[in-house]
């Protein structure tokens, strides 16, 4: 597995997650509950935290094509 896109707002990863599943490709989520962590926001946006996206290696690519069109401002 290959992470191909975290943001610290979930809606966002759902959003990935629902574009990549539109080209096939199959995908998970990590940290969907890590980032609601106690104090975790208290000092700002954990990177750490953040909720991520995971793809098999073999799709890593194609996903990464996917997804370069992509613009959200952080």
Do not use: Q
């Not at 890590?34 to 750490?48: E, I, N």
Request: glycine share 6%; net charge negative.
């Amino acid at each position: 597995m290959k992470k191909v896109y975290a943001s610290r707002n979930l809606t966002r990863c759902d959003m990935v997650r629902a574009m990549l599943a539109e080209a096939g490709i199959p995908s998970m989520l990590k940290n969907e509950l890590v980032w609601w962590t106690p104090g975790a926001h208290a000092v700002g946006p954990l990177g750490f935290s953040w909720p991520e996206v995971w793809v098999n290696e073999s799709d890593w690519e194609t996903a990464s094509e996917v997804l370069e069109d992509l613009d959200f401002d952080e």
